[in-house]
């Protein structure tokens, strides 16, 4: 089970934390990642973070914008977005791989949480 909250309406320039906790006890085992699906588009890796959170990888278009983190005593993995575009709106994932690392394939991903819509108005 990974549920994401977190999601809403803002306006361009503005501030979301995304979050998402994981239920059991391998989470700390796990490479998470975030990947968002626009409207009429495929989904898209957005960041990702290692086991230990050590070490994270973005996508281009989030770089400087965006901070993926993760809290395993709390089991929560979140995505700190700032400085938000009417292009980052979408539906936000959290993911799960049991390798560990911090991969941004989609294919690569075990376990994918319930999404929450981010809206960036213009």
């Known amino acids: 089970q990974l549920p994401a909250f977190g999601g809403g309406l803002v306006q361009t320039g503005g501030s979301l934390r995304l979050s998402c906790t994981a239920s059991g006890r391998t989470f700390s085992t796990y490479g998470m990642g975030w990947f968002r699906q626009a409207p009429g588009k495929e989904r898209e890796f957005v960041a990702a973070i290692n086991w230990s959170g050590g070490s994270a990888y973005y996508t281009d278009s989030v770089k400087g914008r965006f901070t993926i983190s993760r809290d395993n005593a709390k089991n929560t993995v979140y995505l700190q977005m700032n400085s938000l575009k009417p292009e980052d709106t979408a539906v936000y994932y959290c993911?799960?791989?049991?390798?560990?690392?911090?991969?941004?394939?989609?294919?690569?991903?075990?376990?994918w949480g319930k999404g929450t819509l981010v809206t960036v108005s213009s």
């Open positions: 993911a799960g791989n049991a390798s560990g690392y911090e991969t941004p394939r989609i294919q690569g991903m075990n376990y």
